[in-house]
């Protein structure tokens, strides 16, 4: 279930115009002989000096971008704090917007289209990211609740980057998957994509990773509503690291009060940074928007916004890559596996390099510095940074489940 196919702008290496695959219209670019003008948000990472050669460089909190300061800027490097519409950039010179993120709803395309101005996000820039929050979110609820996870059903709603690679651990966790995404089936005829009421009839858990549609077929503004849960199975699951506003949170609250919802799991919620306090304290696990927030997805997102900045103005490091991600403090991760089952011992391995309980207690402990949270969000790598070491364990099934959760090495040892 997305929305409009994501952009992305390619030069035409004949002609100096650039292709904008989304509408499959040429743009003709003005690029200007003077140093470009590029206004950055302060808080993208791996950025600091790259760029200072090729253009003048202004670092701003991308919440506090004023229309004053776009002015006479020549592109932007944002994230989704930035709204970037007709009140920040009408008559303002911008000519190329590049976000440094996987959703692009703070961008007003339509805008953008009418004013000449080309942009483009950063798709599945994070998506490893987000995998293993969720993955970590499965195993702290099966530990909570007690339950196997290959005892349990999983709807994907939303299968793109990100919720490709969810549905890929799922499985790889010994869960039976269910694909949904209607825009990806109407245009792919994929077979094994079911419909709707087939993942609320038969889901014991539901996780999100859709667009914010505000309007049209695939509208998804309010999907989950009072109506959403009349058809879903007593004590779902949820989790949710989309966009908040996917979600009538009244709508939840009732459903959790009436105990059709068991547990839910958001990172997102619908008037961020100002939270839903009643909400906060009815769901399972709680986190200030940053599922996709490891280093390496941070990295990811810049490299990719980086490169399509420099395409749009010529800049020749286009093929420059954020290398310099800090190693974790012990990347080696030693389990003893003696009488623990295989869940357990996944569980073991993911507390040692991201437990979403740690997002959880910084969010519940001051839910008012939420953007704080996230502007000083500690270092996390993701699984490839990280071997395993498996003592006293002969489980070569083990040692795959892991590898194919993404972890750079498993070594069992007897």
Same mark, same amino acid.
């Given at each position: 279930?997305?929305?409009?196919?994501?952009?992305?702008?390619?030069?035409?290496?004949?002609? #100096?115009?650039?292709? &904008?695959? !989304?509408?499959?219209?040429?743009?003709?670019? =003005?690029? $200007?002989?003077?140093? *470009?003008?590029?206004?950055?948000?302060?808080?993208?990472?791996?950025?600091?000096?790259?760029?200072?050669?090729?253009?003048?460089?202004?670092?701003?909190?991308?919440?506090?971008?004023?229309?004053?300061?776009?002015?006479?800027?020549?592109?932007?490097?944002?994230?989704?704090?930035?709204?970037?519409?007709?009140?920040?950039?009408?008559?303002?010179?911008?000519?190329?917007?590049?976000?440094?993120?996987?959703?692009?709803?703070?961008?007003?395309?339509?805008?953008?289209?009418?004013?000449?101005?080309?942009?483009?996000?950063?798709?599945?820039?994070?998506?490893?990211?987000?995998?293993?929050?969720?993955? #970590?979110?499965?195993? &702290?609820? !099966?530990?909570?609740?007690?339950?196997?996870? =290959?005892? $349990?059903?999983?709807? *994907?709603?939303?299968?793109?980057?990100?919720?490709?690679?969810?549905?890929?651990?799922?499985?790889?966790?010994?869960?039976?998957?269910?694909?949904?995404?209607?825009?990806?089936?109407?245009?792919?005829?994929?077979?094994?994509?079911?419909?709707?009421?087939?993942?609320?009839?038969?889901?014991?858990?539901?996780?999100?990773?859709?667009?914010?549609?505000?309007?049209?077929?695939?509208?998804?503004?309010?999907?989950?509503?009072?109506?959403?849960?009349?058809?879903?199975?007593?004590?779902?699951?949820?989790?949710?690291?989309?966009?908040?506003?996917?979600?009538?949170?009244?709508?939840?609250?009732?459903?959790?009060?009436?105990?059709?919802?068991?547990?839910?799991?958001?990172?997102?919620?619908?008037?961020?940074?100002?939270?839903?306090?009643?909400?906060?304290?009815?769901?399972?696990?709680?986190?200030?928007?940053?599922?996709?927030?490891?280093?390496?997805?941070?990295?990811?997102?810049?490299?990719?916004?980086?490169?399509?900045?420099?395409?749009?103005?010529?800049?020749?490091?286009?093929?420059?890559?954020?290398?310099?991600?800090?190693?974790?403090?012990?990347?080696?991760?030693?389990?003893?596996?003696?009488?623990?089952?295989?869940?357990?011992?996944?569980?073991?391995?993911?507390?040692?390099?991201?437990?979403?309980?740690?997002?959880?207690?910084?969010?519940?402990?001051?839910?008012?510095?939420?953007?704080?949270?996230?502007?000083?969000?500690?270092?996390?790598?993701?699984?490839?940074?990280?071997?395993?070491?498996?003592?006293?364990?002969?489980?070569?099934?083990?040692?795959?489940?892991?590898?194919?959760?993404?972890?750079?090495?498993?070594?069992?040892?007897?």
């Amino acid at each position: 279930m997305r929305g409009p196919e994501q952009t992305n702008l390619f030069r035409n290496q004949k002609s #100096s115009i650039f292709i &904008n695959f !989304a509408s499959n219209k040429t743009i003709p670019f =003005k690029a $200007k002989m003077s140093k *470009i003008r590029i206004l950055i948000d302060q808080n993208i990472p791996f950025i600091q000096g790259l760029l200072d050669s090729f253009a003048e460089l202004i670092y701003l909190p991308g919440n506090k971008m004023s229309r004053a300061d776009v002015k006479n800027a020549d592109g932007l490097l944002v994230r989704t704090r930035t709204k970037c519409d007709a009140h920040l950039l009408k008559d303002s010179s911008v000519q190329f917007i590049a976000s440094a993120t996987i959703g692009f709803d703070h961008i007003d395309t339509e805008f953008c289209k009418e004013n000449g101005i080309l942009w483009a996000n950063a798709p599945g820039c994070n998506a490893s990211s987000v995998e293993q929050y969720v993955v #970590s979110a499965l195993l &702290n609820l !099966a530990r909570k609740y007690q339950f196997e996870l =290959k005892d $349990k059903t999983i709807g *994907i709603i939303g299968v793109g980057n990100v919720g490709s690679k969810v549905a890929k651990a799922a499985s790889a966790l010994g869960m039976n998957v269910l694909f949904n995404d209607p825009p990806r089936k109407r245009k792919e005829k994929i077979k094994h994509f079911v419909d709707l009421e087939n993942v609320l009839k038969n889901a014991d858990i539901i996780s999100f990773h859709v667009p914010l549609n505000r309007a049209g077929r695939d509208k998804t503004l309010h999907f989950v509503n009072s109506s959403f849960f009349d058809k879903t199975k007593k004590d779902v699951i949820l989790i949710n690291t989309s966009r908040g506003e996917i979600i009538d949170e009244s709508a939840l609250e009732t459903a959790i009060d009436q105990k059709i919802v068991k547990a839910t799991v958001l990172d997102v919620w619908q008037n961020e940074p100002l939270l839903n306090l009643d909400l906060l304290r009815k769901i399972t696990f709680a986190t200030a928007h940053i599922a996709g927030y490891s280093a390496d997805g941070k990295a990811k997102g810049t490299e990719m916004s980086v490169r399509s900045l420099c395409d749009a103005f010529q800049i020749s490091i286009s093929d420059w890559s954020a290398l310099e991600i800090p190693n974790p403090e012990n990347a080696l991760l030693q389990i003893d596996c003696r009488n623990k089952d295989n869940q357990e011992i996944i569980f073991e391995v993911y507390s040692k390099c991201y437990s979403i309980l740690d997002d959880d207690t910084r969010l519940r402990k001051s839910p008012a510095d939420f953007e704080k949270l996230r502007e000083n969000y500690p270092l996390r790598r993701e699984a490839k940074a990280y071997r395993v070491e498996l003592i006293h364990c002969k489980s070569k099934a083990l040692m795959n489940t892991l590898l194919k959760l993404g972890f750079r090495s498993v070594e069992l040892t007897f």
